[in-house]
């Protein structure tokens, strides 16, 4: 794709959604950060459901711990995995409280060192709580910047590094944001709903190149 056809692209899903937020619901970084925990392998819309009402009663570290994980385990255990994650927040509370005094680092190193917490889920936390520029790849961002022509790689890490270098600096902030809710949306992975799409000019799947 090239550079003008890439302006577009991110000018388009600008001028649609100025703005653009996470589905996931939360009050502050370590509820964002408990959030996209448990949002693995499972929706926005069912980790929800679930941590509308743990985080009216459970909103610190302090009180997660508190809380312990079987209870845990049982306010959470609609979202699949529900067992592993449980045990995941509770021991990545234990070490915001040792090491961090109860805050959540705007660290890349400091997150990826917490039980559960991986290379996405630390740029989600880093865009979304201290607001850095980064791009965190899930299964819609890979389709899209696959499909589209955007920017091809055969793994999470390839496209990661190609977003980065295509993107431009005043779009980086909220770039993974509207890729993700275009993959959600409208590029859908079994049936690209192209008809509707605003990109479909700029796409190498709707002309037909895959």
């Known amino acids: 794709m090239s550079p003008d056809a890439i302006e577009a692209l991110y000018a388009r899903l600008a001028a649609a959604n100025p703005e653009p937020r996470s ?5 502050d ?30 909103a610190t570290p302090q009180a997660m711990l508190e809380l312990g994980e079987e ?5 959470i255990r609609t979202i699949g995995l529900y067992r592993t994650k449980a045990r995941n927040v509770i021991a990545l509370s234990r070490l915001l409280v040792e090491r961090h005094g109860g805050a ?3 660290d890349r190193e400091a997150l990826e060192a917490l039980p559960g917490v991986g290379r996405k889920t630390a740029n989600v936390v880093l865009n ?3 607001g850095q520029p980064t791009i965190a790849v899930d299964t819609h ?15 999470v890490e390839a496209v990661e590094r ?16 509207w890729l993700i809710l275009h993959g ?5 992975a079994r049936k690209p709903d192209c008809e509707s799409c605003r990109l479909r000019d700029l796409c190498a799947f709707a002309s037909g190149a895959s």
């Open 29 to 58: 970084p370590f509820t964002l950060l408990v959030a996209v925990v448990l949002s693995a392998q499972a929706t926005d819309a069912g980790v929800n459901k679930a941590t509308g009402p743990l985080f009216a009663e459970v």
């Open 184 to 188: 959600r949306h409208v590029c859908k």
């Open 104 to 106: 959540v680092p705007p």
């Open 141 to 155: 961002v890979f389709r899209v910047a696959n499909r589209t022509g955007l920017a091809p790689g055969k793994d």
């Open 23 to 27: 589905e996931l619901e939360y009050r």
């Open 71 to 75: 209870r845990l385990a049982e306010r």
């Open 162 to 177: 190609g977003l980065l270098a295509v993107t431009p600096s005043h779009w980086l902030l909220h770039a993974h944001h």
């Open 128 to 130: 979304i709580a201290f």
